[in-house]
């Protein structure tokens, strides 16, 4: 998430400073009294210092240029590369802030509830844990990750309470790739390495009680959390959804799974025929199609819900041989309801839940038609 969109929606650049320098990665750097001048770019996502070199960009050079309408490219292209090059950088910058002098052998990535940094010399790169966010966003991560051996991701090196140290990888987003034959190859690829690797080796039955009690206690402790300041969305709302949902589940077995959570094409990276799948804060045990669902359903884009589901129902039969059932797609959209809760409420957030309110709408419309 850019920090253009993270400003409207938290005080980012507070919560920036106290993540710095609270994080135990940092330990005592973080108490250097020297303090330096870093440049703020709100719409390419960073925060670096005038003398960092160019290259330590590229990763944001290759998200951002990659339009697909060519002349929509050609602007942006150049803005990129004169937003990130020494000469120009601070002109195009939105704003300078001061932080400790060594913080400025990274460049600061923002994002929704980590911050990511780049080694100056790329040879590794480090996930911080907000100030103030729910620890599971760099538990589940390490755990998933150290855990099992998934040939797609990024390695992790180190890891501490709230943060990990991997490995860094410079690549172009699926979702940039401008031959279609290419991006469904690499999308293939991706699903079968992540079933392979991960959701059929950690599959897992439970019961239909053991399922909604899982959730219930979960999205409970979110929601009703003292310490959120204002909600979009009743907490009521929430909970008579996912009753309806979970009343409407007929089966007794539940297959469940370890699961990336955000497995989109935006977080798959392509180099020289390679790929990783990067981000996985949203790391967490779902129910076993959640993955595919997102990544063959496009649910991350501007599709509506009715679209994902056909999408998801057409393409999955290439992976799997499973026929979709009432009872999958109830299981899917309370997967759906479970991410937005997850990443819609905060307390850093001036308002939590405004995604989550959509999602329980777009969800009622479904089961109504």
């Given amino acids: 998430m850019r920090i253009s969109l993270l400003e409207k929606r938290e005080n980012f650049h507070l919560i920036l400073k106290e993540t710095l ?102 040879s590794f790169s480090v996930l911080l844990l907000k100030e103030n966010e729910r620890i599971g966003y760099v538990a589940n991560d390490i755990s998933i990750r150290t855990n099992q051996t998934l040939s797609y991701a990024p390695i992790v090196f180190e890891s501490g309470k709230d943060w990990l140290k991997e490995e860094y990888f410079l690549g172009i987003p699926l979702n940039r790739l401008e031959g279609q034959d290419e991006i469904e190859s690499y999308q293939e690829k991706a699903i079968k390495l992540h079933l392979e690797e991960l959701l059929m080796l950690t599959i897992k039955q439970c019961t239909k009680s053991e399922y909604a009690a899982f959730v219930k206690d979960e999205l409970a402790l979110i929601i009703n959390n003292k310490s959120i300041q204002n909600t979009a969305i009743k907490s009521d709302t929430i909970t008579s959804l996912l009753d309806l949902l979970l009343n409407k589940i007929t089966t007794n077995s539940i297959s469940i799974s370890w699961s990336h959570g955000d497995f989109q094409m935006a977080n798959i990276l392509i180099r020289d025929k390679n790929f990783k799948v990067i981000d996985w804060e949203s790391a967490d045990k779902r129910y076993y199609l959640y993955d595919l669902f997102i990544l063959l359903g496009k649910v991350r884009t501007n599709i509506s819900l009715k679209e994902s589901i056909e999408n998801f129902k057409n393409k999955i039969l290439l992976f799997l041989d499973v026929t979709i059932t009432p009872d999958i797609i109830t299981l899917l959209l309370i997967e759906e309801l479970r991410f937005s809760v997850n990443e819609e409420y905060s307390e850093n957030f001036y308002i939590s839940g405004i995604k989550t309110k959509q999602i329980c709408e777009s969800i009622q419309e479904y089961i109504n038609e």
Avoid: C, M
Wanted: no cysteine; aromatic share 16%; glycine share 4%.
């Fill in 21 to 122: 320098n609270k994080s135990s990665f940092f330990k005592d750097k973080s108490k250097n009294i020297k303090q330096e001048k870093f440049i703020v770019n709100r719409y390419l996502n960073f925060i670096a210092t005038q003398k960092i070199k160019t290259n330590v960009f590229q990763n944001l050079v290759n998200e951002y240029s990659n339009a697909l309408v060519w002349w929509k490219k050609i602007i942006q292209k150049t803005y990129v590369h004169l937003a990130v090059s020494k000469v120009f950088r601070k002109f195009f910058g939105n704003k300078i802030i001061e932080l400790s002098a060594n913080f400025g052998e990274f460049l600061i990535l923002g994002g929704n509830h980590r911050l990511r940094l780049f080694s100056k010399d790329l």
